[in-house]
C-alpha cells in the first residue's frame, strides 16, 4: 500500500497543513490549509492556549477536506537557533553480507552516540556519503556486500525549550509528531533535483518576521543565518506612511500593491480609511513604491548575509515564502541578485502557493530519510480509509469528491 503523510508548518502568522498520497513515486496532495496563527511570534510559542486552538482549527479545516481524522505529522520548526556540525560513524557488516538500511541506521548512530546534547535537541541527521571497504563517495549503500561501512554526517541541532513549546501545542492539539525538520529543510526539499544536488547555493525564505538564509552543499545544509526583518515590516511601512491599520495594510500588500513600483498602473485606485476615519484614495504606484522600498532592503541584506556565511560560488538562490508570491517580485529579485536567482515554483498541484513550501518539503524530506534506510511508514490506519469508503453515505457533505476518488482508486488498484 502506498502512504499518506501529512507536513505541518507553525509560522507567526499561519498554520500550514499539507495532507500527500505518496502513489508511483509521486506526491499527490489530498488537502491543504492555511489559517491565521494565535499565539505564535517570531516562531516561538508565547501563548500555548492560544497556539493550541490555532492548531485545532487547522486540523478542523483540513479533517473537513478529507474526511477522517489526522493524528501524526511532521512538523517544520524555524532554524532561529540551529546548530550544525559534522561527525563520522562506522559499522560492520557481518559476513560479508548484503548492506541493508538497518546498517545505514547503525552507522549513522554510531556517528552521534559520542555527542552531547545537554541543552539542546538532534533535529536532522543527514548522511554527505559513505564508504564500503574502502569505496568512497556511495550516496546509496543498500544491496552492497562489503565488511566495514563508514559515513561522514551532517547533523543539526536546536534548543530545547522552544521545540518542546512546539511539540506540547501539538500534543494538546491531539497530534503525535513523528519526525521534525527545519522549515528550511522543508524549502529545499521542495525544489530539490539530481542538478541542485550537485551545486553550492542558498534559499532565502522571507517569513512574517525573520527573514532565514540558509547555504546547501550538494544537497546539505551546513550554514543559516537570520534577519529580523520580514514581510510584517511592509506591513508596518504601509501602515505608518498612510495612517491606516495593519489588516487594512496587509490586505493591500497582498492583493493591490506589485513589487516594482514601476510597472503599477497610477489609474487603478483603492479607498481606505484611514486611523483617523477619514477616506482617502491610494494609486497603485504610491503603494508600491513603499512596498518595492521594503522589499529591496530585505533581498540586498539576505544577499550580504551569503557573502558573511560563505565565500564559495553560489550557484542558486531560490527565493520562497508568502511574500514573494508578490506580482512582479521576480523582476526585483533580478535587479538586486541577477540571473542566478530565482523565485521558488512549486510544481505540485494543489500547494502552488509559496507558503506551503516547508510544509510541503518536510513530507519528502521524510519519505527520502525512510528510503535511505529502507523503510516504509503510513501516516493513517489503512482500516481508517477503508471504513471511510465503505461509509461514504453517511460521511459529512463537506468531504472533497475529488479527495474521495483518489483514495477510493488508492485502495482499488492495491
Given at each position: 500500500?502506498?502512504?499518506?503523510?501529512?507536513?505541518?508548518?507553525?509560522?507567526?502568522?499561519?498554520?500550514?497543513?499539507?495532507?500527500?498520497?505518496?502513489?508511483?513515486?509521486?506526491?499527490?496532495?489530498?488537502?491543504?490549509?492555511?489559517?491565521?496563527?494565535?499565539?505564535?511570534?517570531?516562531?516561538?510559542?508565547?501563548?500555548?492556549?492560544?497556539?493550541?486552538?490555532?492548531?485545532?482549527?487547522?486540523?478542523?479545516?483540513?479533517?473537513?477536506?478529507?474526511?477522517?481524522?489526522?493524528?501524526?505529522?511532521?512538523?517544520?520548526?524555524?532554524?532561529?537557533?540551529?546548530?550544525?556540525?559534522?561527525?563520522?560513524?562506522?559499522?560492520?557488516?557481518?559476513?560479508?553480507?548484503?548492506?541493508?538500511?538497518?546498517?545505514?541506521?547503525?552507522?549513522?548512530?554510531?556517528?552521534?552516540?559520542?555527542?552531547?546534547?545537554?541543552?539542546?535537541?538532534?533535529?536532522?541527521?543527514?548522511?554527505?556519503?559513505?564508504?564500503?571497504?574502502?569505496?568512497?563517495?556511495?550516496?546509496?549503500?543498500?544491496?552492497?556486500?562489503?565488511?566495514?561501512?563508514?559515513?561522514?554526517?551532517?547533523?543539526s541541532t536546536t534548543e530545547k525549550e522552544p521545540l518542546y513549546r512546539i511539540l506540547e501545542v501539538l500534543k494538546l492539539s491531539g497530534l503525535e509528531a513523528v519526525d521534525?525538520?527545519?522549515?528550511?529543510?522543508?524549502?529545499?526539499?521542495?525544489?530539490?533535483?539530481?542538478?541542485?544536488?550537485?551545486?553550492?547555493?542558498?534559499?532565502?525564505?522571507?517569513?512574517?518576521?525573520?527573514?532565514?538564509?540558509?547555504?546547501?552543499?550538494?544537497?546539505?545544509?551546513?550554514?543559516?543565518?537570520?534577519?529580523?526583518?520580514?514581510?510584517?515590516?511592509?506591513?508596518?511601512?504601509?501602515?505608518?506612511?498612510?495612517?491606516?491599520?495593519?489588516?487594512?495594510?496587509?490586505?493591500?500588500?497582498?492583493?493591490f500593491a506589485i513589487a516594482v513600483s514601476k510597472n503599477a498602473d497610477n489609474t487603478d485606485i483603492v479607498e481606505v480609511t484611514t486611523t483617523e476615519n477619514e477616506k482617502?484614495?491610494?494609486?497603485?504606484?504610491?503603494?508600491?513604491?513603499?512596498?518595492?522600498?521594503?522589499?529591496?532592503?530585505?533581498?540586498?541584506?539576505?544577499?550580504?548575509?551569503?557573502?558573511?556565511?560563505?565565500?564559495?560560488?553560489?550557484?542558486?538562490?531560490?527565493?520562497?515564502?508568502?511574500?514573494?508570491?508578490?506580482?512582479?517580485?521576480?523582476?526585483?529579485?533580478?535587479?538586486?541578485?541577477?540571473?542566478?536567482?530565482?523565485?521558488?515554483?512549486?510544481?505540485?498541484?494543489?500547494?502552488?502557493?509559496?507558503?506551503?513550501?516547508?510544509?510541503?518539503?518536510?513530507?519528502?524530506?521524510?519519505?527520502?530519510?525512510?528510503?535511505?534506510?529502507?523503510?516504509?511508514?503510513?501516516?493513517?490506519?489503512?482500516?481508517?480509509?477503508?471504513?471511510?469508503?465503505?461509509?461514504?453515505?453517511?460521511?459529512?457533505?463537506?468531504?472533497?469528491?475529488?479527495?474521495?476518488?483518489?483514495?477510493?482508486?488508492?485502495?482499488?488498484?492495491?
Amino acid at each position: 500500500m502506498d502512504s499518506i503523510y501529512t507536513g505541518i508548518d507553525l509560522g507567526s502568522n499561519s498554520i500550514k497543513v499539507v495532507v500527500c498520497e505518496k502513489k508511483n513515486n509521486k506526491f499527490n496532495v489530498l488537502a491543504a490549509t492555511s489559517t491565521k496563527t494565535k499565539g505564535i511570534k517570531e516562531g516561538a510559542i508565547i501563548d500555548t492556549k492560544m497556539a493550541t486552538a490555532s492548531v485545532k482549527d487547522a486540523m478542523k479545516t483540513i479533517e473537513e477536506m478529507l474526511g477522517f481524522k489526522i493524528k501524526k505529522v511532521i512538523v517544520a520548526i524555524p532554524p532561529t537557533n540551529c546548530n550544525i556540525d559534522i561527525a563520522h560513524g562506522s559499522c560492520d557488516i557481518s559476513d560479508y553480507n548484503e548492506i541493508t538500511g538497518n546498517d545505514i541506521s547503525n552507522a549513522i548512530m554510531d556517528a552521534l552516540k559520542e555527542k552531547e546534547f545537554k541543552d539542546e535537541e538532534l533535529v536532522t541527521s543527514i548522511p554527505i556519503n559513505f564508504t564500503v571497504d574502502g569505496k568512497e563517495a556511495i550516496k546509496d549503500p543498500k544491496k552492497m556486500h562489503g565488511s566495514k561501512m563508514e559515513t561522514k554526517v551532517v547533523f543539526s541541532t536546536t534548543e530545547k525549550e522552544p521545540l518542546y513549546r512546539i511539540l506540547e501545542v501539538l500534543k494538546l492539539s491531539g497530534l503525535e509528531a513523528v519526525d521534525i525538520a527545519y522549515t528550511s529543510t522543508g524549502n529545499y526539499y521542495t525544489v530539490k533535483n539530481k542538478k541542485l544536488d550537485e551545486l553550492v547555493g542558498a534559499i532565502i525564505d522571507i517569513g512574517e518576521t525573520k527573514t532565514n538564509i540558509a547555504i546547501y552543499n550538494k544537497g546539505i545544509q551546513i550554514k543559516n543565518s537570520n534577519i529580523p526583518i520580514g514581510s510584517k515590516n511592509v506591513d508596518k511601512d504601509i501602515s505608518y506612511i498612510f495612517k491606516i491599520d495593519l489588516k487594512e495594510s496587509k490586505k493591500l500588500k497582498e492583493n493591490f500593491a506589485i513589487a516594482v513600483s514601476k510597472n503599477a498602473d497610477n489609474t487603478d485606485i483603492v479607498e481606505v480609511t484611514t486611523t483617523e476615519n477619514e477616506k482617502k484614495e491610494l494609486t497603485q504606484v504610491e503603494v508600491s513604491k513603499v512596498v518595492e522600498a521594503r522589499l529591496r532592503e530585505i533581498l540586498k541584506l539576505a544577499k550580504n548575509e551569503i557573502k558573511n556565511l560563505t565565500n564559495r560560488e553560489i550557484r542558486y538562490i531560490i527565493i520562497t515564502g508568502g511574500l514573494s508570491e508578490i506580482a512582479s517580485f521576480q523582476s526585483i529579485v533580478d535587479d538586486v541578485f541577477g540571473f542566478v536567482a530565482k523565485v521558488c515554483n512549486i510544481a505540485t498541484v494543489g500547494v502552488r502557493h509559496n507558503e506551503y513550501s516547508s510544509s510541503l518539503g518536510v513530507i519528502k524530506y521524510f519519505v527520502d530519510k525512510l528510503s535511505l534506510r529502507g523503510k516504509v511508514y503510513n501516516m493513517v490506519e489503512e482500516d481508517e480509509i477503508k471504513d471511510l469508503i465503505e461509509h461514504q453515505e453517511s460521511a459529512p457533505t463537506e468531504i472533497n469528491e475529488n479527495i474521495m476518488s483518489k483514495l477510493a482508486q488508492h485502495f482499488f488498484d492495491n
